[in-house]
């Protein structure tokens, strides 16, 4: 059962619970209601009995959805309980004013249908459009079924006027069709079969809609993914648009060794809990995960919005995976398990930002000459004993006070310029 049933399913229970409770309250005002003054003896003891038994079995039913099993055929026949019962009445009122021998235009003027909206109401509650159109069905049926047995009883009862209508023994078939059939019973119930679909399938989109943020959320932060939640379609086709942006890239110093005296699948076990600590604090400072290449981790900040803060954040957020580290250690030391280190590297400059690839399987990630610099970087972070190396781009756009140590101008393989390369204490 996937998580949008469930959610309906809760949605459901919930409905017919409350639907049933004050549906016990109506036909305790009905039960209570006939034993008044007016009623005769014949309408106290059936239309009673009638009352009582339908709240039986609504008791019944809510014992029975407890264990939120069996909802629909408990709903199913709550529904149908609801239309047959009031049905059931119109007929009890008919031999209590005295059957055949009155006129039987008495079924087609009942106030029935007030009383049968609000049924159809409480059963709209489940968001369920079965429950309410069922009701309507059965209430329909018995309102037509009413008409002809009232005309095969006095003949053509038909009259044009409104005041014979209401006043004689006559019945205008138009407005009864309308007034007491079309509007509250076929129109009332496909209405409100119509609303809890289009309930039902709001529901079922927002937790797509929500699944697809969750989705999102495991790469980006909260923020970004909310806006690319709410991008329009250019923004996921093919291409990208230059932007400055920083790069970060962060690899576990010696894990292939370290992998070697680990089963595959304590390799998984501590990767899995590594990232999820660093790409914690990413998320924290508005960086997005681009990708994992193996145990490293490569980052942007500034994608797929810039912001005046990219470079700070980025630096900040090393700063903090250093803290994470140390505390990551601390729990492999206590369960007497290898330490980790790691270098982190991070440029600034221009990049493509976009979806790279093609129709059929696009990459949102980031390319250009800041990343292949950053990815250099980081491979000097072992040979001058550094966990976090930035370089003069980067430093530049930093505003606060960071403790930096020059390294100089330093050749980095496959580039023809050196780049003045900065080491965070």
Known sequence: MTKTDELLLEREYEGLRISFLLKIFFFLTMLGGSFSPEANHFERMYASLTFFFVITMICLFLFLIRQKKLLTLVGTLSALLDGLSLTILVIIWYLAV????????????SSIYTFSVGLMILNSFALKPIYPAIVGIVFTIG???FFVFAVSIAGDMNTKTFNEHVLSDKVSYFLYFVVHVAIPFFFGSMALTFLTWIARTTVRKAVSL??????????FSPGIADKITAADDNFFQPGGTRSKVAVMFCDIRGFTKLSESLSPEEVVELLSRYHSRMVEVLFKFNGTLDKYIGDAIMATFGTPTTTSLDAENALSAALNMRTALKEFNAEQNKAGKAELTHGIAINYGEVIVGNIGTRERLEYTVIGDTVNVASRMESLCKEYGADILISESLRANIMSEYNFVSLGEIHLRGKDNPVNIYQVL
Not at 100 to 107: D, E, G, W
Not at 210 to 219: S, V
């Open 98 to 109: 005295g059957g055949t021998s009155v006129t039987p235009a008495f079924l087609l003027k």
């Open 143 to 145: 309102q037509i079924g």
């Open 210 to 219: 929500e699944k697809d943020k969750a989705q999102m959320q495991r790469y």
